[in-house]
Antibody
Framework: QVQLQESGPGLVKPSETLSLTCTVS????????WSWIRQSPGKGLEWIGY???????NYNPSLKSRVTMSIDTSKNQFSLKLTSVTAADTAVYYC????????????WGQGTLVTVSS | DIVMTQSPDSLAVSLGERATINCKSS????????????LAWYQQKPGQPPKLLIY???TRESGVPDRFSGSGSGTDFTLTISSLQAEDVAVYYC?????????FGGGTKVEIK
């Protein structure tokens, strides 16, 4: 089964940009849609968006103005950028593969905690 | 957005007994023309990511024990663990993928009594 691993800074300053990368292994990045989901004590699980190998993407309207996703097929990686972060963006960020036409999420990466603080 | 409401927030069940978790959506997530409910269930153990258990409301993911079952249609859904095992201690989440944005329930924590 495909495996996913998130990487990126664990601490981001308020108003700056959060940048994370997900590396896909034991599978092809051409095979599925790829999503970002975050989990915080206050807001629970929140879907951020998904991207396809072609570059087509779909974002949560609540975050759309601040989110950009990209994909690098040569490296089997996809990435998330979230701009103008605040403490409310502190969460564990997961990357995940989408099943079906990006319906359910399976599998998920282990997650990475990102804290927004000065 | 479709709001997913789970109940109870937590429950304690004896080993070998049945655990029942409810999930209610703020609008129907039954896609009539396909006769499919756009609902999934996940299990999350401490320090781990969520794991897919069930999709289309009642289809078990490969490798998931058959003591886990999903039922319901329209707006009301249930995840049942028929005989609770120690390894089932976790938080369980429902998830609708009928509408954008997809949304999750708040979770139900299952413990051993």
């Amino acid at each position: 089964q495909v495996q996913l691993q998130e990487s990126g800074p664990g601490l981001v300053k308020p108003s700056e940009t959060l940048s994370l990368t997900c590396t896909v292994s034991d599978g092809s990045i051409y095979d599925n849609y790829w999503s970002w989901i975050r989990q915080s004590p206050g807001k629970g699980l929140e879907w951020i968006g998904y991207i396809y190998y072609s570059g087509s993407s779909n974002y949560n309207p609540s975050l759309k103005s601040r989110v950009t996703m990209s994909i690098d097929t040569s490296k089997n990686q996809f990435s998330l950028k979230l701009t103008s972060v605040t403490a409310a963006d502190t969460a564990v960020y997961y990357c995940a593969s989408c099943g079906g036409d990006c319906f359910w999420f399976d599998p998920w990466g282990q997650g990475t905690l990102v804290t927004v603080s000065s | 957005d479709i709001v997913m409401t789970q109940s109870p927030d937590s429950l304690a069940v004896s080993l070998g007994e049945r655990a029942t978790i409810n999930c209610k959506s703020s609008q129907s997530i039954l896609y009539g023309s396909k006769n499919k409910n756009y609902l999934a269930w996940y299990q999350q153990k401490p320090g781990q990511p969520p794991k897919l258990l069930i999709y289309w409301a009642s289809t078990r993911e490969s490798g998931v024990p058959d003591r886990f079952s999903g039922s319901g249609s329209g707006t009301d859904f249930t995840l049942t663990i028929s005989s609770l095992q120690a390894e089932d201690v976790a938080v369980y989440y429902c998830h609708q993928y009928y509408n954008n944005p997809v949304t999750f329930g708040g979770g139900t924590k299952v413990e051993i009594k």
